[in-house]
């Protein structure tokens, strides 16, 4: 249950006996329907009053959920219901029997989400080339609370974690995130799939992504730091 003392400046804070240490994020999202696919690993630390509790709530926003299960060793364990409170944008996933004590799981949740015009969480932006042909960009503005616009997470400032993210998206677009490109693979003449290194510990607010027909110019600092900046 949420702790109703905890609702501070719209702030709704999550129970604590799951805490996030990484997010492996996964988005493919449709520049033309303006929606996006995705899926997320989260490993979680559970604390010694896990064992109290069988459901793992986050922080969401106009997401619809698939599926969720949790996995602690070999063990892989299905969510039989999911709720979503619109109100308070959270979801709970409710398990058949309790977590875990002092351990380490992992949450997999498949579910999909749009790309809004409201320039928040995982958004759509507008331009024209420079033959005066619209064009698309899809990108991220998840400062203060809006990171669980794009996927379900201990969205606080406190609750650091590490990211990993991968983006697949058509081979003409270009995508960017905060860490350098770790991998590029063709699943399909219509789709690649490109991966980021995983993050710093670092909070959800500062998590970013943005795809488009970009060009970019890059160069290497006297320090070793490779350096690119993108236009459309």
Do not use: W
């Not at 509790?53 to 986050?58: E, F, P, V």
């Not at 602690?72 to 709970?92: D, L, M």
């Not at 710093?200 to 900046?229: H, N, R, W």
């Amino acid at each position: 249950m949420l702790d109703k003392s905890s609702k501070k400046a719209g702030r709704v804070l999550l129970p604590t006996y799951v805490n996030p240490t990484k997010y492996d994020l996964k988005l493919t999202p449709d520049l033309k329907a303006f929606t996006f696919e995705g899926t997320v690993a989260i490993n979680l630390t559970t604390s010694s009053e896990a064992s109290e509790h069988k459901t793992i709530q986050l922080h969401a926003k106009e997401l619809l959920f698939k599926s969720a299960k949790f996995v602690a060793g070999e063990k892989s364990v299905e969510a039989e219901e999911i709720h979503v409170n619109f109100k308070e944008t959270t979801v709970t996933f409710c398990f058949p029997e309790s977590l875990p004590a002092s351990s380490e799981i992992t949450l997999l949740i498949e579910y999909t989400g749009l790309l809004n015009n409201q320039m928040a969480g995982f958004y759509r932006s507008h331009y024209k080339d420079a033959n005066g042909v619209d064009k698309i960009v899809a990108s991220t503005q998840f400062e203060a609370l809006d990171a669980r616009r794009a996927l379900p997470c201990v969205d606080e400032p406190a609750a650091k974690a590490t990211f990993i993210v991968t983006l697949v998206v058509p081979p003409n677009l270009e995508c960017f995130s905060n860490m350098p490109e770790s991998k590029r693979v063709t699943l399909s003449e219509d789709l690649v799939e490109i991966s980021f290194l995983e993050s710093p510990k670092m909070s959800t607010y500062l998590l970013a992504f943005c795809i488009g027909e970009f060009d970019f110019l890059q160069a290497m600092t006297k320090g070793g730091v490779l350096i690119k900046v993108y236009a459309p």
